[in-house]
């Protein structure tokens, strides 16, 4: 057949802890349609997996039908690109090692690629970001949990088995706090949301200072860069020790990875100069000087959301064609 079809269109789901979206993506990163179902509400695999396909399958058929679509790319927490299954996921509902992306393909007859959140938002800022024209570089996800990808020479460096870039359980404070890998002193314990508070309620415990965070019973990140803006000392207090723990874990992957530059992204990635002025300040008392100076700090143009869906809309380029409707 001289004239095949061009299939201008990938599906692109993004699973979170509470919520799960999923998009029709064109060529140029276009989100075609887009919604959202919560997570938690499918305990079993199985189920979600179906509910999923079903959804996907609707919204495909609303937007250009089958013949259109060319695969499909699912970005999740503990997701492994090397291996397509979610891989002993701390947070998510399902335990164990899930070959979401095989069960997703025996359902929908089409190709399907999985990879971490960080993996699919560095292919995501290489194609359509701040990373686009940078060859060595590291993306860090700073949220719930703190995670990295690393590309180098323009090319993903997934590691033997596929969990290269796990900073986020890199130790950084010698018998810390535990985390919920099992581990203690991670760097997600510090520096993701949860970390972030756990600091708040350590710098208010050691000051009888007034603070607006007193007053907060379920404190927020996004509150007390509120409460930094508004001159409260321990809120600012906090952002700093949190920036001079990341300065010192960035320090560290710096010296070893040699990247041209970091790209922040998540919602921790928002706290602004509160947090980043010490991450900067400490980051260069520590890193080895003969590339001192020579790294930057970038941050993603993207919401967590949007970087998420353009991420695995490339994952979902990048795996090989395949279709049952051909």
Known sequence: MIHETIKTR?????????????????????????????????????????????????????????ESVRSLGICCPSANYMTACIENAPNLPWKGVVPLA????????LAVALGNNAYARGLGE???????????FVLLTMGGGVGSSIFINGQYYAGRDGFAGEIGHSLIRHDGRLCGCGNKGCLEMYCARKGIRMTAQEVMAESDKPSKMRLIEDLTVDQ????????????????????????????????????????????????????????????????????????????????????????????AWNVKEYSLFK
């Not at 276009?30 to 979600?48: K, L, M, Q």
């Not at 359509?128 to 060859?135: D, E, W």
Request: aromatic residues 10%.
């Open 224 to 315: 007390i860069v509120a409460f930094c803006d508004m001159g409260d000392e321990l809120a600012i207090e906090t952002l700093r020790r949190t920036g001079t723990v990341l300065g010192e874990a960035l320090a560290n992957y710096a010296t070893t990875v040699n990247p041209e530059a970091f790209i922040f992204t998540g919602s921790v990635a928002h706290c602004g100069d509160w947090l980043f002025e010490p991450a900067w300040e400490s980051f260069n008392d520590h890193i080895f000087h003969n590339i001192k100076g020579k790294v930057k700090f970038l941050w993603s143009q993207f919401d967590e959301r949007e970087a998420n869906l353009l991420g695995a809309s490339v994952l």
């Open 10 to 66: 990938v599906v692109g789901v993004d699973i979170q802890i509470d919520t799960t979206t999923l998009a029709v993506i064109d060529v140029r990163g276009n989100i075609i349609a887009s919604e959202s179902f919560n997570t938690g509400t499918n305990p079993n695999i199985g189920d979600f997996a179906s509910i999923l396909s079903e959804r996907v399958v609707s919204m495909v058929e609303q937007n250009g039908g089958y």
């Open 126 to 136: 290489l194609a359509f970001g701040v990373a686009h024209g940078i060859k060595d």
């Open 102 to 109: 095989a069960m997703m393909r025996d359902r929908l007859g």
